[in-house]
C-alpha cells in the first residue's frame, strides 16, 4: 500500500498481523543467524553420463534453534527484500572459497563449486570487487568457482549484466543458467549474455515418468538445441528416476543432479559418498 499521500489505507486482518509480526521476527533472526553461525552450506554432485562427479552446488541450510531446518525457499526470498541477502550471500561465496581452497590439496582439487546469487546481489556495487577479494585470499584457480543466476537478471539491464558477468569471467569464473525456461525471458536471451552453462530446471524433468516425455518436452529439447549451438555445457536437475536420465540422454544431456545420485549433504558426507564411489 502507498503511504505517501494517505490514501491507501490497508486494514490488517488479525492474521495478516500475525504474518506480519512473524516476518518481522524471522528478519530479526537473520541477522543473528550470521553471529551466531546457524547457516551452513550443503553440496549436491553433478555426475556424468559415464559416472564422473564433475563438482558441486552449494545450497545454504538455516539450523534455526527453536524453528529447526528452516528452507532457503522460506528464507532467501525474505532476506532479498530486506537487502540481508547482501551479507548472507557474501558468507556463502566465502564459504565456497574455503572449500575450494580445502580441496586443493586433494584428491578433490578438480571439483567444481556452484553458488546461487541472487539478482539484488549480483547488482550489488561492490560485487565484482568482493568476488574478486575472495579469489584472491583464497588463491581460487580459474574455472572453479561457478555463479547459478535466473533469468530474471535480465528483467534489470542487459547491458549491465553483461558487462558484469564478463568482468566476472575475466576473473576466471564460470556461469550457468538456473531453472532456464521457468521465466519470463525469451530463449533469445542465452545468445545474448556469456553463460558457460545452462540448467533444466527440475520442473521438467519432474513430469517425465516411466519413460513418458510431458507435453512441453519441446522446450527441453529447444533449451538443449540452443546450449549445444551456442557451446554451453548443460546440466540437469531435480533427477531422481533412471528413466528420468535416459530421457534427458536420449534428447542430448549428458550431466545430472538430482536425489538419483545424492542429496544435498554437509562436506564430510558428501567428501564420504565420493570416497566410497571412487573406490
Ligand atoms: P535451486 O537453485 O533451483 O536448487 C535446486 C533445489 O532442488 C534445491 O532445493 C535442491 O535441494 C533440490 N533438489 C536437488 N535434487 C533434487 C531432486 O532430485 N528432487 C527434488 N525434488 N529436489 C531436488 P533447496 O536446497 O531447498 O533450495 C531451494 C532454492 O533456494 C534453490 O533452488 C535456490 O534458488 C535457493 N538457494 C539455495 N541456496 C542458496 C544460496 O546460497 N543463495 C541463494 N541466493 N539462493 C539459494
Ligand atoms: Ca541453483
Ligand atoms: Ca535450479
Ligand atoms: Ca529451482
Redesign the pocket.
Known amino acids: 500500500a502507498k503511504q505517501a499521500d494517505g490514501n491507501d489505507v490497508c486494514f490488517f486482518e488479525p492474521d495478516m498481523l500475525a504474518e506480519v509480526e512473524q516476518r518481522f521476527a524471522l528478519e530479526q533472526a537473520l541477522t543473528q543467524a550470521l553471529q551466531q553461525q546457524e547457516f551452513l ?2 553440496y ?1 554432485p553433478q555426475v556424468t553420463e559415464a559416472g564422473k562427479v564433475l563438482g558441486v ?5 538455516w539450523q534455526h534453534p527453536e524453528r529447526g531446518l528452516v ?3 522460506y528464507f ?1 526470498p525474505l ?2 527484500e530486506s537487502g540481508q ?1 547482501e551479507a ?2 557474501r558468507w ?1 561465496l566465502q564459504q565456497a572459497c574455503q572449500q575450494l581452497q580445502r580441496w586443493q590439496q586433494t584428491l578433490f582439487a578438480d571439483l567444481t563449486i556452484a ?4 539478482v539484488r ?1 549480483f547488482y550489488q556495487p561492490d560485487f565484482v570487487d568482493m568476488v574478486a577479494g575472495l579469489l584472491q585470499h583464497y588463491r581460487i584457480a580459474p574455472g572453479l568457482l561457478k555463479l ?1 543466476l ?1 533469468e530474471s537478471l535480465v528483467l534489470t539491464d542487459l547491458d549491465d549484466a553483461v558487462a558484469r558477468m564478463q568482468q566476472l569471467k575475466a576473473l576466471g569464473l564460470r556461469f550457468a543458467m ?2 532456464f525456461g521457468t521465466g519470463y525471458s525469451s530463449l533469445s536471451y542465452l545468445s545474448r549474455l556469456p553463460f558457460d552453462e545452462v ?1 533444466i ?2 520442473h521438467f ?2 513430469e517425465c515418468r516411466d519413460g513418458h516425455k510431458p507435453k512441453d518436452w519441446v522446450i527441453v529439447d529447444a533449451i538443449i538445441g540452443i546450449a549445444n549451438t551456442f557451446g554451453m555445457e548443460l546440466v540437469a ?4 528416476y533412471k528413466s528420468q536420465q535416459q530421457l534427458l540422454h536420449a534428447s542430448g544431456c549428458y550431466c545430472y ?4 545420485f545424492a ?2 549433504q554437509p562436506v564430510t558426507d558428501f567428501e564420504h559418498w565420493l570416497h566410497q564411489r571412487q573406490l
Not at 553458488?115 to 541472487?118: A, E, G, H, L
Not at 536437475?237 to 531422481?240: H, L
Not at 543432479?257 to 538419483?260: F, I, K, P, S, V
Open positions: 552450506l550443503v549436491q552446488e552449494a545450497l545454504i541450510r528452507s532457503p525457499a532467501i532476506a532479498e541477502i548472507i550471500g556463502v553458488v546461487n546469487i541472487s546481489q547459478e535466473t538456473d531453472d540448467k530446471d527440475q524433468v519432474r536437475e531435480g533427477v531422481e543432479q538430482g536425489y538419483l542429496r544435498p
